[in-house]
């Protein structure tokens, strides 16, 4: 007789789902936390009164995405924020050039336009990329084919060069060419104002989730498996595993017997990467009114390049930007300070005196965490944009793979958590089960 008929390992948004459709299905199931809290890389700050989130913020794209049925069968409130996929243009943004002059509307369109043009080039070379070569190689191949002169080329290049980084949080050169193949987004975008960690605390409610419990080894046949955590082993007749790719690279976590390498091998693909927020809030707004938010174009942006305009979604003062990819390597070991310094000196060349000492400064550290060791996985040149989903094939039956990093479609976000969560839970129960059932009370 075992413990549970499934074990989630892992509380965040795809464990929490995977869980919730179960339990609603009449199983027993528990659910295992490392952490002091639920939710995994959706984690809201509610210090001071602010509600900021260090994890996720944004729903990429409202339409045909089940996540926003789900929030709203929750009850959430969301707010329009249509800026969040480095989009070129679509809502005011305030762009500076290379010497700090602030663009016209007329040399945005043009700029914008150019993106365009060069994402439909972009969209061909990658399509005929050799297995192997980065997403870099494809931008210079593009550019190269197009030929424009060496300014509108450079503008270009250094608008995508920081798109990957934005977006997947690395270096274009160490992304697969096919590494941005999911970034559409279809509708708007939306953040939430009370925090998206409420999506977390709605999925867990009537659940049995056990916080701090570590699990460092699921030993497993087709008969079942034992989970061993730092609080007790538990038995079951199947593990629905979440934790993030980076936590099965490290070794923690480890399997008797091991994974089979076809498994192995879809892992190995990919890399957690380095994304990191950095909160600034001010006592007054210096900065251009009425816009999402502010560019810095040419090599005064290479690190600190756009800021968001959180004031009105906080209710003071706020800019939020990104240490990714070469930034967040660069600046892993730095104090808080000293990143805020190094912000503050990129915003100076845009704004000069006017920038003020911040009030507060936040900066988080996803590449440190234990549990996450990056904020999201991305693909190592190599890899291809299936071997998401091969990672969810079940093993032997018992071994459920979900997260993030298991969905081919849009890795990398809530949607993909959501998405893979009840794909574990329909694989397991062997039938359909319709999203809108998720936020039925247990
Ligand atoms: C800074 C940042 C910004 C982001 N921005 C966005 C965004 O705007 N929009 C968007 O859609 N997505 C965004 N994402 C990505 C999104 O947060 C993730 O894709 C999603 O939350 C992942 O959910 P998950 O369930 O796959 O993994 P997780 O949330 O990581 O859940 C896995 C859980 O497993 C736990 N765990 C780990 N190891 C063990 C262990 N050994 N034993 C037990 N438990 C363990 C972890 O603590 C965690 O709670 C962002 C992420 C970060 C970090």
């Known amino acids: 007789m075992k413990d549970f ?22 199983h027993s199931v528990v659910v295992l936390e490392a952490r002091d809290r639920i939710g995994g890389r959706t984690w809201t ?5 602010i509600i900021s989130d260090r994890g996720a913020s944004w729903i990429h794209g409202i339409d045909d995405n089940p996540l926003t049925d789900v929030v709203r069968g929750f009850g959430m409130r969301t707010v329009e924020f ?3 996929s480095y989009q070129p243009d679509g809502r005011p943004i305030a ?6 002059e602030r663009l016209s509307d007329a040399e945005i369109q043009e700029f914008a336009d150019d993106v365009r043009a060069f994402d439909r080039h972009l969209a061909t070379t990658v399509g005929a990329s050799e297995l192997g070569s980065s997403y870099e190689d494809a931008i210079d191949a593009t550019l190269a084919a197009i030929g424009w002169d060496a300014d509108r080329a450079a503008r270009v290049r250094e608008f995508v060069l920081h798109r990957s980084e934005e977006q997947y949080g690395v270096r274009a ?9 999911d970034d559409t987004v279809e509708g708007d975008e939306v953040v939430f104002p ?8 709605n999925l867990a409610t009537g659940l049995d989730v056990r916080l701090e419990h570590e699990v460092t080894s699921i030993a497993w046949s087709a008969a079942g498996a034992t989970v061993s955590s730092t609080q007790g082993t538990f038995t079951a007749t199947q593990v629905v595993v979440t934790v993030p790719i980076g936590v099965l690279k490290s070794g923690d976590l480890s399997f008797d017997p091991a994974l089979p390498e076809w498994l192995t091998g879809a892992i190995a693909g990919f890399e957690m990467n380095n994304f990191e927020k950095v909160f600034l809030r001010f006592p007054t707004k210096f900065w251009d009114d009425d816009v999402y938010a502010i560019r810095q174009q040419g090599a005064a942006g290479e690190w600190w390049h756009s800021w968001y305009d959180l004031t009105d979604l906080h209710g003071v003062p706020t800019l939020l930007t990104f240490a990714a990819g070469p930034s967040g390597v660069e600046t892993r070991e730095w104090r808080d300070d000293q990143i805020a310094e190094s912000v503050l000196d990129a915003l100076r060349g845009l704004y000069g005196e ?32 299936e071997d998401h989903d091969l990672l969810a094939t079940p093993v032997d039956g018992v071994l459920h793979f979900a997260g993030e990093a298991t969905w081919t479609d849009d890795p990398a976000t809530v949607t993909a958590a959501l998405r893979s969560g009840h794909r574990a839970a329909q694989n397991i129960l062997g039938r359909d089960l319709p999203f809108d059932g998720l936020t039925d009370p247990l």
């Open 194 to 201: 009370d925090g998206f960690d409420r999506l977390a605390t």
């Open 95 to 100: 762009y500076y050039s290379p010497t700090g």
């Open 5 to 26: 008929d499934t074990i989630v390992v892992g509380a965040g948004v795809s464990g929490l789902t995977a869980a919730r459709f179960l339990a609603q299905a009449g």
């Open 82 to 84: 249509t800026v969040g």
């Open 354 to 385: 006017r920038v003020e000492t911040p009030s507060q400064v936040l900066v988080t550290r996803w590449k440190d965490d234990p549990y996450s060791h990056g904020s999201y996985a991305y693909m190592k040149p190599g890899s291809t944009p």
């Open 45 to 49: 700050e509610r210090s001071d009164g």
């Open 173 to 181: 050169g160490l992304l697969d060419a096919h590494g941005l193949d």
